[in-house]
């Protein structure tokens, strides 16, 4: 929508905002309060449960895979096993139960206050009604499913780590210098003693700035209605963010300060790795500079600090050390912020793992009425044996699939369905998680593009990539003729290889074992159908389900080459009143 013109009417929509935005606030507060003891409740008594009935195996688990890894040395063990994990495994039933208390409470509390909002967003229907009811049950199934992701997270996830660390062997191997030692102990707690008070203090300081800055920006869009006010949809979050911007502000503050511990006990890395105490000691002054520079280019304040940026690595560029250095760049300052003016696309991972499984699911079904995937795979799946062919093959197969479909059209990022929509480094979202997996999945793609694949080689690639978690499975099933060049075989064998890697890294994610559980139900009741004859028809060409989702699109199974062109189904027409645009070849 446009922006209203014109002071006066701006301040007339401003004052009709606030009473309609108290009340959406006292209302979802209302609930917040409610429901905060009891989402708490469920969350604190789950997690600690779990946090503790597992705390013994995870002791001794632990010591056993790091005295049994391969890639590090006899004094690395000693070190790590009598100073840092008897550290970490005594901290994290502290850490874990005041984080999944003070997280249940922050959930039950701000949960129903964001979907009370939510609920009068454009194209709702009935929003009285979603006012009161939006919020209550839903977090209530979210608390269940959080401590159920959870349990997931110290039991699956904890395992399938350690696993790797215990069976993995060199290339890379890693001891400890015993000489510098004791140099890089000393200088990681000087560091400590010194950026600690001193950014905190630094931290404290320019609090009001930033506290009175961002409150001058967001008034002054909220008059304009320019920024996160241009949207009706985003006023009222836009209106919330000036109520919290104070406790985002003492959040900032806290963040540094414990940050700031880590960041000055870095010294002792820098010891250790430069192997002299004075790269050490030079670097303790040289990240106080390093963040007061930092928070002068977040915060739009004047360039430089008044701490010298000394040189703390022997074969790095010579720096100045004057208090006048550039700083960082602009980009990521208050004053240039991202504007709500032009669209962006917006991934979140969790959605990115819903279209995923999505997928995984439509293409698993032409899998099970294909005979690929068996009813042996399904109760290997579910059983604690595991099946690398559902697991991390399926997966592995749609993002081929994807990066098939972009190297086919000379893409620079990963395209969508669309043909003119891409992911790219640079329009990406800033999550931690594309910068883990976006950029090998790029380098993959033009791998592929330089390998030129025919059909028969995308096919073969294609089921070489579903089955090669399963050597046995692989040497007896028929994956296509191989290429007659060995470099070639070897370089697809590289390539499923990698993608079967990045998939499995993937699983360790939360929700990812909730969602493989869902998709194990459903191509179980698939394969019951199939068995029972109640097969779906093939009379023309599958399709599948265009989803709602704009993230769907992005692991699509419209460019699943190598399926089979037709299919065994038998005729079951109930089952074509699905709604079908989508096309499989």
Not at 79 to 105: D, E, K, N, R
Not at 399 to 411: F, G, I, M, V
Not at 540 to 563: D, H, M, V, Y
């Amino acid at each position: 929508m446009e922006p209203p013109t014109g002071f006066l009417v701006t301040l007339w929509n401003f004052i009709c905002f606030l009473p309609y935005f108290i009340g959406l606030l006292l209302l979802g507060t209302v609930k917040g309060i409610v429901l905060c003891p009891l989402i708490c409740l469920v969350i604190g008594v789950g997690n600690t449960a779990i946090i503790l009935g597992l705390w013994p195996v995870h002791i001794v688990w632990t010591y056993y895979c790091i005295l049994s890894a391969k890639q590090f040395g006899p004094v690395l063990k000693i070190v790590v096993c009598i100073t840092i994990l008897p550290l970490q495994l005594i901290l994290w039933p502290v850490v874990g139960i005041v984080g999944s208390v003070l997280g249940g409470a922050a959930y039950g509390l701000l949960s129903p206050v964001f979907e009370t909002f939510q609920a009068v967003g454009e194209g709702k229907t009935n929003q009285l009604y979603h006012c009161f009811y939006d919020g209550t049950v839903s977090t209530v199934k979210g608390s269940f499913t959080v401590v159920r992701d959870f349990k997931d997270v110290c039991y699956h996830t904890y395992f399938s780590v350690m696993d790797d660390l215990k069976s993995q062997g060199p290339p890379k191997y890693y001891e400890i210098r015993l000489l510098y030692l004791p140099g890089a102990v000393l200088a990681g707690f000087l560091g400590f003693m010194v950026d600690m008070p001193l950014i905190s203090f630094i931290a404290m300081y320019k609090s009001p700035y930033m506290l009175f800055k961002g409150w001058h920006r967001l008034f002054h869009d909220l008059i304009g209605r320019e920024g996160p006010f241009l949207e009706t949809i985003c006023v009222p979050f836009a209106g919330l963010a000036i109520l919290v911007w104070p406790l985002a502000v003492v959040g900032a503050v806290l963040a540094s300060m414990v940050a700031s511990i880590f960041h000055g006990a870095y010294a002792g890395v820098v010891v250790y790795q430069e192997s002299s105490l004075w790269m050490g000691l030079r670097y303790i002054i040289a990240s106080l500079a390093i963040y007061d520079e930092y928070s002068n280019d977040i915060l739009d304040m004047p360039e430089g600090s008044c701490f010298p940026r000394l040189t703390y690595r022997k074969k790095a560029e010579s720096l100045p050390t004057t208090s006048r250095a550039p700083s960082f760049s602009k980009h990521r300052s208050l004053k240039n912020a991202p504007s709500f003016n032009n669209p962006m696309i917006e991934l979140r991972p969790l959605e990115i793992m819903d279209s995923l499984f999505r997928e995984c699911k439509r293409y698993g079904e032409i899998l099970v009425s294909e005979g690929t995937i068996t009813c042996q795979d399904l109760e290997d799946a579910k059983s604690s044996k595991g099946s690398r062919v559902i697991s991390t093959g399926l997966p592995a197969c749609c993002l081929l699939q994807t990066l098939l479909r972009s190297a086919k059209a000379n893409s620079a990022g990963i395209l969508l369905i669309d043909n003119c929509t891409e992911i790219t480094s640079s329009n990406r979202p800033k999550d931690t998680i594309f910068d883990w997996f976006l950029n090998p999945l790029l380098i993959i793609k033009d791998q592929i593009k330089a390998e030129k694949l025919t059909e028969s080689e995308e096919y073969y690639l294609g089921k070489l990539v579903l089955l090669s978690g399963d050597p046995v499975r692989l040497k007896n099933s028929n994956i296509g003729s191989p290429p007659d060049s060995e470099r070639k075989q070897a370089e697809l064998d590289a390539l499923a290889r990698r993608l079967q890697g990045i998939t499995k890294s993937i699983s360790r994610y939360p929700t990812y074992r909730r969602r493989f559980e869902e998709l194990v139900k459903a191509l179980s009741d698939e394969l019951g159908q199939n068995n029972d004859g109640s097969i779906k028809p093939t009379s023309g060409p599958n399709t599948i389900a265009r989803s709602k989702s704009a993230f769907a699109r992005l692991f699509t199974q419209k460019s699943f080459s190598f399926t089979s062109k037709t299919s065994n189904h038998g005729g079951d027409p109930e089952s074509q009143e699905v709604e079908r645009d989508v096309t499989i070849a």
